[in-house]
């Protein structure tokens, strides 16, 4: 059974920089490759929002617009890891932090995502931002 585990969250000054991390727990790299993987966050009081999605095998990526020109995503196949380069933070990214996945490529063919989109989730990392 595929298991997410979010790492790299942490408290920083707004206009600071974090990278998140998430690792996957498959065996094969051929399999890892076919996944469509994301980052969500949920702030208190609001609901969980996508930020973002990376066809694995390619490495494509697609941005919603609170992302674009501050959050980039990444991944390193080898290591089955997933990254989110978080620049310029301000205090209203302090949220939970998720990455999900599906075996589905087609889900990084969508421009929105909803949580159902994603049946594999991690437990979240925090990230506070404080002004």
């Known amino acids: 059974q595929v298991q997410l585990a979010e790492s790299g969250g942490g408290s920083v000054q707004a206009g600071g920089s974090l990278r998140l991390s998430c690792s996957m727990s498959?065996?094969?790299?051929?399999?890892?490759?076919?996944?469509?993987m994301a980052w969500f966050r949920q702030a208190p009081g609001k609901e969980r929002e996508g930020l973002g999605t990376?066809?694995?095998?390619?490495?494509?990526?697609v941005y919603a617009d609170s992302g674009k020109g501050r959050f980039t995503i990444s991944r390193d196949n080898d290591k089955k890891t997933m990254s989110l380069q978080m620049s310029d933070l301000i205090p209203e990214d302090t949220a939970m932090y998720y990455c999900?996945?599906?075996?589905?490529?087609?889900?990084?063919?969508?421009?929105?995502?909803?949580?159902?989109?994603?049946?594999?989730w991690g437990q979240g990392t925090q990230v506070t931002v404080s002004s």
């Open positions: 999900p996945a599906d075996d589905s490529w087609r889900k990084c063919l969508q421009v929105r995502w909803s949580v159902s989109d994603f049946p594999i």
């Open positions: 990376i066809f694995i095998g390619p490495g494509e990526t």
């Open positions: 498959i065996s094969s790299s051929a399999a890892y490759s076919g996944y469509c």
